[in-house]
């Protein structure tokens, strides 16, 4: 699952498959938002927003390892900053916390306070 941005997309539009996923996601239609999401990752067609999207929704449907594994693809970008980057490290630090790695989750909350 990795990033990617189609060229024949002008800077800053999104496909609108992936803006139809996050109004499902933002509005509360996690299993609708979750499905759409799934598919485009299978397709390889989610963008960077769309990576965290995918954790987000996991997250939220009680896949906490998915999750964790999207969050982590999300927080390698170099760009990772701002709010969601608080969303990632949470989503990681309950990850691993949930596998008894308390080291690695209060890294992760360390972080996420920074």
């Known amino acids: 699952m990795t990033p990617s941005t189609p060229e024949s997309r002008p800077e ?39 990576v965290l999207d995918l954790a987000e929704v996991r997250w939220r449907t009680g896949d906490l390892a998915g999750a964790a594994a999207a969050a982590a693809t999300w927080l390698e970008d170099d760009d990772a900053a701002g709010a969601p980057l608080v969303l990632a490290h949470v989503i990681c630090a309950e990850a691993a916390a949930d596998h008894g790695r308390t080291a690695e989750a209060a890294a992760h909350v360390e972080a996420a306070a920074a």
Not at 22 to 50: M, N, P
């Open 12 to 50: 800053g539009e999104r496909a609108a498959d992936l803006r139809l996923a996050r109004l499902h996601l933002r509005g509360g239609t996690y299993a609708l938002a979750r499905a759409e999401l799934e598919t485009l990752a299978g397709a390889d067609r989610l963008d960077r927003d769309a």
